[in-house]
């Protein structure tokens, strides 16, 4: 499973290929040209630690969309919430299916995070509407959506 890269650079070389921030190997499928959409992630998991009550922030791009049954889609996400009294947690997981906003769509997750410093956050958060600017939405991944068969 390959996550978000996060590259000390931008050259195409075999190093900065081959592993991302987590230290995941990444394979040669994902170093293509094209990208398949993604969608902006951001929000705050819920108070944790009765002894210590506080929470986290985080913010991340989702990796490019995977088709699933049905002409649908989720995606990957990675992400390391803000620090806070010498911890902090990640989340490794996927979305949800589409789901339609107007011409465009957002996905949620409902999940937790890893347990740190004795505790876990829960979160339930939503992605970006991807590429908003853009009228006619078709997804690459997945060609058409049952939605856009009626227009």
């Known amino acids: 499973m390959a996550y978000r890269m996060r590259y000390n650079n931008y050259n195409n070389n075999e190093a900065n ?28 998991v819920k108070i944790a630690d009765e002894d210590d009550p506080h929470n986290h922030r985080f913010c991340t791009v989702t990796e490019e969309a995977i088709p699933i049954c049905d002409d649908d889609h989720v995606h990957e996400v990675c992400f390391r919430t803000d620090f806070f009294d010498n911890h902090f947690h990640e989340f490794k997981g996927r979305t949800g299916p589409a789901i339609k906003v107007g011409d465009h769509h957002v996905h949620c997750i409902e999940s937790v995070t890893s347990e740190n410093d004795g505790h876990h956050h829960a979160f ?28």
């Open 17 to 44: 290929r081959q592993s991302n921030y987590m230290g995941a190997r990444v394979s040669e499928e994902l170093c293509h040209n094209k990208q398949k959409h993604v969608h902006e992630l951001q929000g705050s």
């Open 124 to 151: 339930e958060v939503a992605t970006l509407i991807n590429d908003p600017l853009k009228k006619d939405e078709k997804h690459e991944c997945c060609h058409d959506h049952p939605w856009d068969r009626t227009r």
